[in-house]
């Protein structure tokens, strides 16, 4: 089947302009000092600079948009989708490319079109950092990964869930007001490519939560290491998006499942822990699997009371 999708000049253009060390490294690839350049080591023939790239081996080089074409197999129209973050409007400009095998989230009826940005993130911040007490660093961390911003309508919090080629494949909204709780989905997102951070290391740390994932962060990994750890948020007990992030992500070998500890549910059923029981059965034969249990709720109750203590 034939795809047009017509992106404006400047779609184009902040497509073109993406950093590319930033888009490797924020799917896991390690990206290394090379004078004044970067060096891709999975690469190390390729040179980075901003934007630009060049292969000494073969002479070619070019920008963010044919990196991914040349190096990830993308078609044209993939390559820009990805590297706007599936936040596009698109008019009358770009040349036809043929999505051939392309999966059903690019037809429009499932495509996943993210709310449009704010111009600024300060409802974000106040929400996660005054009213969840997460550290400032680790929200603005997120935010310059664009894994979360603020949208401009409603001024909820967008998170987003990437494939292994960064294309956005789930959004989820979360409300910035105290006083009314609100979550919700973009249509079209496919749960099991949930909200992750994917590091360098072998460990990955399984929440429910993206806030839980931050609070956690925030408790316990606050140094300038934390990044290379793996994280993920399921969106609830999802026991599919785990399996789905191990099986894209095969360096990771050790598992700690940080699920809620639901030890007041109004049924009786400590849904968290079971989950987290139920998990580590499935991926114990294959990988080192362990229980971290919150001994409050959850690990952000953990973190506003430690915040209520300290500022007595």
Sequence with gaps: MSKFIPFTDEELYQAHHKDIKEYLESIGEKVLHSGTEYMWEAHDSVKIRGHIWYRHSTGESGTAVNFLMTFFDFSFQEAVITLLDGNYKATSNSKPVDFINEPDIYHKKDRVVLPQKNTNNKRLYAYLCNSRCIDYSVVRYFVKKGL????????????????????????????????????????????????????????????????????????????????????????????????????????????YICTDNDINSSDGKNHGQDFAKKAQKVFQNKYKTEIITPNLKDWNEILKQRSQSYGK
């Design 148 to 255: 979360i911003y603020e949208d401009k309508s409603n001024h909820n919090i967008v998170f987003l869930g990437k494939d292994k080629k960064g294309i956005v494949r789930y959004a989820g909204l979360k409300g910035t007001l105290t006083v009314k709780s609100f979550k919700g989905e973009i249509t079209g997102s496919n749960k099991i490519y949930c909200f992750k951070h994917i590091g360098l290391s072998d460990v990955l740390f399984v929440f429910e939560a993206f806030i839980d994932l931050f609070s956690f962060i925030t408790l316990y990994q606050l140094n300038e290491n934390w990044h290379t750890y793996n994280y993920i948020a399921l969106g609830g007990l999802n026991l599919e998006a785990l399996k789905k992030c191990v099986e894209d992500y095969p360096h990771i070998k050790k598992i």
